[in-house]
């Protein structure tokens, strides 16, 4: 069974860096072909696709975010981190993590497992 | 970026009857068009990629048709579990974007 779990402070202050992780099971990164996206979603606002990364550590990110958004993942290849600079009150919004589907020959941007979601709010 | 535009934003409907949803690319995307459903307390779900592919697991009753800008999502005989938010998203170039949503109300 394939999970995905997101954690993150919950709340920070602008400016602040904010540091998210998603935790898994049910498939290695370590896979061929496996990627792992970051997804976030202000509430009542429709869904903006943040950064990935692959099973070789190729890392792909939303240029109009580029400059502030660094994605990584642990040697276990269990755990993917995500790390946004200086945030303000813009960046307050559920963040998800999910997993391309291992289907040979499919976009690296098509999701079919994602986490539940982790709340953040940036306020002062 | 590509845009998506969806329609309609809502839609309200009785189980048993059949819905469209469209989605409006704002260059070609080929085929390359996902629709996902979202429920709340629930993770978001795959339904269909690459335009009219369903995922597996997807019931049958939903289809998805259309290929370069234009694109439908159709669900037929709706089933109480069918009432929900959906999104599509293009997959064919950087970076993916999504659709504003169409949220499937209970008539």
């Known amino acids: 069974q394939v999970t995905l779990k997101e954690s993150g402070p919950g709340m920070l202050q602008p400016s602040k860096t904010l540091s998210l992780t998603c935790s898994f099971s049910?498939?290695?990164?370590?896979?061929?072909?496996?990627?792992v996206s970051w997804i976030r979603q202000p509430s009542g606002k429709s869904l903006e696709w943040l950064a990935a990364?692959?099973?070789?550590?190729?890392?792909y990110y939303n240029p109009s975010l580029k400059s502030r958004l660094t994605v990584s993942k642990d040697t276990s290849n269990t755990q993917v981190f995500l790390k946004i600079t200086s945030v303000d009150i813009a960046d307050t919004a559920t963040y998800y993590c999910?997993?391309?589907?291992?289907?040979?020959?499919?976009?690296?941007?098509?999701?079919?497992?994602w986490g539940q979601g982790a709340s953040v709010t940036v306020s002062s | 970026d590509v845009q998506m535009t969806q329609s309609p934003s809502n839609l309200a409907a009785s189980p048993g009857e059949s819905v469209s949803i469209n989605c409006k690319a704002s260059?070609?995307?080929?085929?390359?068009l996902a629709w996902y459903q979202q429920k709340p307390g629930k993770a978001n779900k795959l339904l269909i990629y690459?335009?009219?592919t369903l995922q597996s697991g997807t019931p049958s009753r939903f289809s998805g048709s259309g290929s370069g800008t234009d694109f439908t999502l159709t669900i037929r005989n709706l089933e109480p579990e069918d009432f929900g938010l959906y999104y599509c998203?293009?997959?064919?170039?950087?970076?993916?974007?999504f659709g504003a949503g169409t949220k499937l109300e209970l008539k």
């Open positions: 999910a997993r391309r589907p291992p289907i040979a020959a499919i976009s690296l941007y098509v999701m079919d497992a």
């Open positions: 049910g498939f290695s990164l370590s896979t061929s072909g496996m990627v």
């Open positions: 990364i692959d099973w070789d550590g190729d890392k």
């Open positions: 260059k070609s995307i080929s085929k390359y």
């Open positions: 690459s335009g009219s």
């Open positions: 998203q293009q997959h064919n170039e950087y970076p993916p974007t």
